[in-house]
């Protein structure tokens, strides 16, 4: 077997002296989708913003590549490969569509996504590419946020409760996108609210709760029991 | 867990107790200082005590009430014009002055804030000082009172304040004491009222203040215009002693200022234990270092820019993070009267 | 004609204080900073100018050549090592580390330059005038100043809106958290950012001592007048900020006209009435 691209075990976070994540071990290995559930508040978007070192954090063993990444500033941590669609999408509102995503290139990885290939997909933005890219809507802002990770060409993609505030419909309709994203060269860690959707997306599941993995498993063989149990700790 | 009635508040430990009553035996020592005291002692006292004063009171400002002020020159430059204007052209004696050039400070400053409080953060300090400027430029144009280069109070308002040089100094001395204690007791009631609270609610965070339904504003206007009357008192007291006052020493940014900012910084901004630490520490190297001119200055800002990066807290705050003690016994201590440690 | 002439020298000053006002008005813009040491710092700009002139028999504007590289140079390396620290939620650690900072450069100019009044010398330039009118003769050097002013603050607009820096700057300003996630080194745009602020101070220091004598406690009158020019212009808006620092310079000049002990008290004057009547400038583009 293949080392994992993401290894983690005793990560620790906290803001300022509350503690929110406690002892996480996570791995990712090549071309996996894994999804994180768990309640609001569980730190989900704390173990995000703990991957790419935008929380204080501590770890017994962080490695991503093979590489430590826990004395590592979040930039640097974005060159190595890893991106984030953060949760509320967090557009740049003084940029425009096109720098919004033309930024997310910044960190200069070669690969295949472009300018080109984004509006391709999104071919909306591409015709409203000079507005302000907060003057979209929802799902166009959505797709943005997708499409500025993307062009990093990263070897981890995480996405933060993409279909937050999303019509069904829409939702429906970037989901379909993900196979086309992911696996292969990529692999992702999804967070979302939706637990079906999430296990029937992802090859395997964690499950948080109060800062700590109540539950984890290939997303086939976890029982909804199991989830209900882990999420809520009954 | 711990329910609430298993806390005990207590507000007062011993080393509260103890510093009151050093407290008192010093002010009781100090205040006899005309008997045993020089002139030049007397002198470097008051200067003492109206720095402390001012100190605590930009204290209140910025360190509680979020108020970063660079500006506070424009009151005591204010107070010190207001009292040679009452004593030259009104007739008033020079102590009862003091107050009456408060009250025009007070007055001036709700005026002051209405316009400034538009401004936010930094930019509230910048324009702060734009005021003080102001005031010094329209001071330079009012030849009444010397216009650019100023005036000397006239040996006969001088003469009436008391009898004889000395008298005149102690009266003058006692003046500035009572300055300083009121400042620091008008300080003390406020945090202890139900202000207190309040204003640290605004400092920590503005808009959970606001969500608790503190009127963010009003509390600031009233502790802007408190600290300006106060600080226009400071200083007609200040000029009081100088007896001669010019634009240039009246709104000093350097002096009124710069100085006021260091004492708080060293001390450690937003306690009450703060500045009287500081002042000390700021007299201390004044008296050791000031020959040197403007290096010691240099001297001053160097140490203030290592204090803030490296201890903001400040002398005091340090002190109190590794010793836990508090000599104005303000924040209430919460015990668990089971285990009687502190949470 | 007399007060058309002083409108005239008005708008032409206005350009100086839009050059001292564009550094301040840039980084706050990049980092919400306010930079208490804004004027001493363009102050020290106009002496390293002096020593480089009468060390190296320069003309100031050559000087320029050095001045700004230094100056950017200057600023880098105040930002990563003293400034970043800095900033944060609270307010209070930029605000009196850069008032500290004000106090050890005042001083330092004068343990090293004394207090004695200086001036950069230009040559021939400073009195060379056009005649517009009959009764209207402009100076060939408030012309000039101006000139660079409206092509500095064009040059940062363009470096703010159409370059890649720019964009960088934008996306910090922004969202920093989600910017660093664009592998953008958040101390090192901020470095950036007080470099290209210092650079125009190093070209604002080095006009102003052409223009006037200088000395080394002048520096919080110039940061005054930036401040203002910013103010009244707008937060944020680069044009605004030229457009606030000719109102200050008109504003300026007619005191001075009624009489000269009013010329700076006028321009206090005119940013409280516009405080008072449009508390956030007259073209604002980002909230405080
Ligand atoms: N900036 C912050 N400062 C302090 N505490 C925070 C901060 N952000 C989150 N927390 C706390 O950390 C814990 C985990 O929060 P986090 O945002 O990671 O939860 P989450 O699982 O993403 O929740 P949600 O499903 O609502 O997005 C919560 O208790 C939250 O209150
Ligand atoms: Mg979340």
Redesign the pocket.
């Known amino acids: 077997m293949h080392e994992p691209l993401l290894s983690i075990e005793g990560l620790s976070a906290s803001?300022?002296d509350?503690q929110?994540l406690f002892g996480i071990d996570l791995t990712v290995n090549e071309g996996e989708v894994i999804a994180i559930i768990?309640a609001?508040?569980?730190?989900?978007?704390?173990?995000m913003r703990a991957i790419c070192g935008l929380v204080k954090r501590q770890a017994t063993r962080a490695e991503f590549g093979g590489m430590p990444i826990i004395g590592l500033r979040p930039d640097m941590i974005a060159k190595s490969g890893i991106a984030m669609v953060p949760?509320g999408r967090q557009l740049f509102r003084s940029l425009s569509v096109e720098e919004n995503l033309v930024i997310g290139a910044q960190a200069s990885r070669k690969g295949p996504w472009t300018l080109e290939k984004i509006y391709t997909m999104f071919p909306v933005l591409k015709e409203r590419r000079l507005t302000p890219a907060t003057a979209l809507s929802g799902g166009q802002q959505q797709m943005v946020a997708i499409g500025r990770a993307l062009m990093s060409n990263p070897e981890l993609l995480l996405f933060d409760?993409i279909s937050l505030g999303l019509a069904p419909i829409i939702i429906n309709a970037i989901y379909e996108q993900l196979p086309a994203l992911v696996g292969g060269e990529m692999s992702a860690i999804i967070v979302e609210?939706d637990v079906a959707r999430a296990v029937s997306v992802s090859d395997r599941v964690y499950c948080?709760q109060e800062g700590r993995v109540s539950l984890e498993g290939a997303s086939g063989d976890v029982s909804r029991d199991a989830i209900s149990k882990a999420y809520f700790g009954v | 867990m711990i329910r609430a009635s298993e806390i005990s508040i207590v507000q007062s430990s011993r080393a509260a107790w103890i510093a009151g009553l050093v407290g008192l035996l010093l002010l009781l020592a100090l205040l006899a200082a005309p008997y045993w005291a020089g002139r030049a002692d007397m002198r470097l006292l008051s200067e003492i005590y109206l720095y402390l004063a001012l100190a605590c009171l930009w204290n209140i400002l910025a360190g509680y009430a979020g108020l970063v002020s660079v500006g506070q020159h424009a009151y005591v430059g204010l107070g010190g014009y207001m009292l040679f204007a009452l004593a030259m052209f009104g007739g008033i004696n020079p102590l009862v002055a003091i107050p009456l050039a408060g009250l025009i400070g007070g007055v001036a400053s709700m005026l002051v804030a209405v316009l400034i409080f538009r401004l936010s953060g930094a930019y509230f300090a910048i324009g702060t000082w734009v005021v003080a400027e102001t005031f010094r430029l329209s001071f330079a144009q009012v030849s009444a009172l010397g216009g650019g280069s100023g005036t000397s109070l006239p040996a006969g308002i001088v003469t009436a304040i008391g009898d004889g040089r000395d008298g005149r100094e102690a009266i003058i001395y006692w003046g500035s004491l009572g300055i300083a204690v009121l400042v620091l007791a008008a300080i003390f009631l406020l945090l202890r009222s139900r202000q207190g609270p309040a204003l640290k609610a605004i400092r920590d965070n503005e808009l959970a203040a606001r969500s608790l339904g503190i009127d963010i504003w009003r509390s600031k206007f009233i502790i802007y215009v408190g600290a300006s009357t106060l600080t226009a008192m400071v200083g007609a007291a200040i000029f009081l002693q100088k007896l001669r006052i010019s634009p240039d020493a009246a709104f000093s940014v350097n002096d009124w200022t710069a100085f006021v900012i260091f004492i708080v910084v060293i001390g450690g901004i937003g306690t009450l234990e703060g500045p009287i630490i500081g002042t000390i520490v700021f007299f201390l190297l004044r008296e050791t270092l000031a020959d040197l001119g403007p290096s010691y200055q240099l001297i001053l800002g160097l140490v203030a820019i290592v204090v803030m990066l490296r201890a903001p807290q400040g002398l005091w705050g340090f002190v109190r993070s590794h010793y836990r003690i508090e000599l104005f016994p303000l924040t209430p201590r919460a015990i668990d009267s089971q285990s009687k440690k502190d949470i | 004609m007399e007060w058309v002439n002083a409108v005239i020298q008005g708008i032409l000053l206005g350009g100086l204080y839009a050059l001292f006002a564009a550094g301040l008005s840039l980084i706050f813009g990049v980092m919400r900073l306010v930079n208490i040491a804004h004027g001493d710092l363009i102050v020290l700009a106009a002496y390293i100018a002096l020593t480089i002139a009468t060390t190296l028999g320069l003309n100031p504007f050559l000087a320029l050549l050095i001045v700004i590289p230094v100056m950017a140079g200057l600023g880098y390396g105040l930002q990563r090592m003293v400034l970043n620290q800095t900033l944060g939620d609270d307010i209070l650690p930029p605000l009196l580390v850069t008032f500290g900072l004000s106090i050890i450069i005042q001083n330092g100019l004068l343990v090293l330059y004394t207090a004695d009044p200086q001036k950069l010398s230009a040559g021939p330039i400073e009195v060379a005038s056009l005649t517009i009118a009959p009764n209207l003769t402009l100076g060939v050097l408030p012309i000039l100043m101006f000139a660079v002013a409206v092509a500095v603050i064009a040059g940062l607009q363009w470096v703010f809106y159409r370059s890649a820096l720019g964009r960088a700057f934008r996306a910090v300003s922004d969202n920093q958290d989600v910017a660093q996630l664009m592998g953008l080194n958040k101390a090192h745009i901020f470095g950036l950012a007080m470099a290209l602020s210092l650079a125009v101070v190093g070209i604002a220091g080095v006009f102003l001592g052409i223009r006037t004598s200088f000395d080394p406690t002048i520096g919080s009158g110039r940061l005054i007048f930036g401040f203002e020019a910013v103010i009244i212009g707008g937060l944020g808006n680069l044009w605004g900020t030229l457009a606030g620092g000719v109102i200050l310079g008109v504003a300026q000049a007619i005191g001075a006209q009624i009489n000269p002990g009013w010329q700076v008290l006028a321009g206090h004057i005119v940013f409280l009435v516009v405080l008072a009547i449009r508390p956030r400038g007259l073209f604002p583009r980002i909230e405080q």
Do not use: D, R
């Open positions: 803001y300022g509350f929110a768990g609001n508040g569980a730190g989900k978007t704390t173990l949760e409760e609210q948080l």
